[in-house]
């Protein structure tokens, strides 16, 4: 089994700072791909940023400039600067992973809350 462990989620004033991580562990082979997703209430989850294998990156039109990705071995990073109020969401990491004794499947973290508010 695969778990992801976020972390870094808070309340932060507009043109703050931000650090997520997305911790994951288990038997894993290899992954493939990391993104990031957020959700505000009564909104559809959506991609904010995602990173391959090869480093290749994209980031939603929205974060563009303001956000970075990257990746550590099995773990990976959102650095969020110049926050704004419309970036308030859970955040969810999302990694596709190959395990031992089975094909690649994605796995999702737990959420972390970030609010951005005067």
């Known amino acids: 089994q695969v778990q992801l462990d976020e972390s870094g989620g808070g309340l932060v004033q507009p043109g703050g700072s931000l650090r997520l991580s997305c911790a994951a562990s288990?038997?894993?082979?290899?992954?493939?791909?990391m993104d990031w997703y957020r959700q505000a209430p009564g909104k559809q989850r959506e991609l904010v940023a995602a990173?391959?294998?090869?480093?290749n990156t994209a980031y939603a039109d929205s974060v563009k400039g303001r956000f970075t990705i990257s990746g550590d071995k099995n773990t990976v990073y959102l650095q969020m600067n110049s926050l704004k109020p419309e970036d308030t969401a859970v955040y969810y990491c999302?990694?596709?992973?190959?395990?031992?004794?089975?094909?690649?499947?994605?796995?999702w973290g737990q959420g972390t809350q970030v609010t951005v508010s005067s």
């Open positions: 990173i391959t294998s090869n480093s």
């Open positions: 288990g038997n894993i082979v290899s992954i493939y791909r």
């Open positions: 999302n990694q596709k992973i190959l395990i031992n004794g089975a094909g690649p499947r994605s796995y």
